[in-house]
């Protein structure tokens, strides 16, 4: 695909949405860089921001099935992915397809739930099937999730495992709008909710003809060097206890790949991988508890490694 075309089609997704949520179109690229690097999305922030409004406007835009999981204490698994029920009818065991069966799924505060069933989605984001009472079932396609989750309010929650934190590509915050685009929301939403009149600009079939594009997007060796020098620094640094894995290492490359396309290029630059590892690896990184005390984070660290690793001479942006 012409990387003008991509950049036209997504550019149509990114005005779509931005008439729901104002003034955030670097937020809304990157969550749509995700969905097309076939990646899920993390969305850590205080609440009023517009976590559920970003995943519902995007969902229209992109004319995808939608649902939204309010995660509680009391959840099972089951009421994620499905179970298997006796149809007294036909006399017959069937399987009814939990929420997790859609294009898009909101897991919205994830951390409200416990381990047992936050553990549910593990096999739905990594291998894009559900297994009911030993079946496989595969998920539709595309197949994205958004999850959010308070990063104020921690009482009551249950922290995510490390194993499903690996498995966002990336962690973002929306963050407070300005005043002007606070302004014109406030205008806009007098008398309506604009998510509810986000019309669709794409189908299911074209954002996987883009997500497949986005994959043929060009990578020099160097770049690729780049990335694996920058992610082998984040497991080297004094205050790092686990540094970033090679998921992670993916996530960069793919979201790279992504954001280049998003900008009409059909190669990935240096800045690509410079604007994107500070929020595809942080959530990766555990900095050790003395240093965190010391006010070190996980995105310090990174931020670190970014500075120390050289940018290829021949590709500097």
């Known amino acids: 695909m012409d990387p003008t075309v991509l950049a036209q089609k997504a550019q149509r997704v990114v005005n779509a949405v931005e008439t729901a949520i104002i003034g955030k179109a670097d937020v809304v690229e990157l969550a749509l860089s995700v969905l097309l690097s076939d990646g899920h999305l993390l969305i850590e922030d205080i609440p009023g921001v517009g976590k559920t409004t970003l995943s519902k406007a995007l969902a229209r835009a992109l004319g995808l099935t939608y649902k939204r999981i309010q995660f509680t204490p009391d959840m099972l698994p089951s009421d994620i992915t499905g179970s298997t029920i006796f149809n007294q009818k036909t006399g017959e065991f069937e399987v009814r397809g939990g929420p997790v069966f859609a294009n ?12 047992k069933t936050q553990s549910a989605l593990l096999e739905c984001m990594e291998e894009r099937q559900v297994t009911i009472d030993g079946v496989p079932h595969p998920l539709p396609a595309p197949f994205f999730v958004i999850a959010t989750q ?37 205008t806009s939403q007098r008398y309506i909710r604009p998510v509810d009149t986000v019309l669709a600009v794409m189908e299911a079939c074209e954002i996987l003809e883009l997500q497949t594009a986005v994959r043929d997007v060009h990578v020099d060796d160097t770049i690729q060097g780049y990335i694996l020098d920058v992610v082998a620094a984040t497991r080297t640094r004094p205050a790092v206890a686990l540094g970033a894995s090679p998921r992670g ?5 793919h979201a790279c790949q992504a954001r280049a396309a998003l900008q009409g290029r059909n190669f990935v630059k240096p800045d690509d991988v410079k604007a994107l590892a500070p929020v595809t690896l942080p959530h990766r990184v555990i900095v050790r508890p003395e240093q965190r005390i010391r006010g070190v984070t996980s995105l310090t660290c990174v931020m670190d490694a970014l500075k120390l690793v050289p940018v290829p001479v021949s590709l500097r942006a």
């Open 150 to 186: 308070n990063n104020i309010e921690m009482s009551g929650t249950y922290a995510l495992p490390e194993a499903q934190m690996d498995r966002f590509a990336a962690r973002i915050s929306i963050g407070y709008p300005d005043r002007d685009s606070e302004m014109k929301m406030l």
């Open 104 to 115: 898009i799924v909101l897991a919205d505060e994830i951390n409200r739930t416990t381990p």
């Open 249 to 253: 290492s993916l996530a960069l490359l």
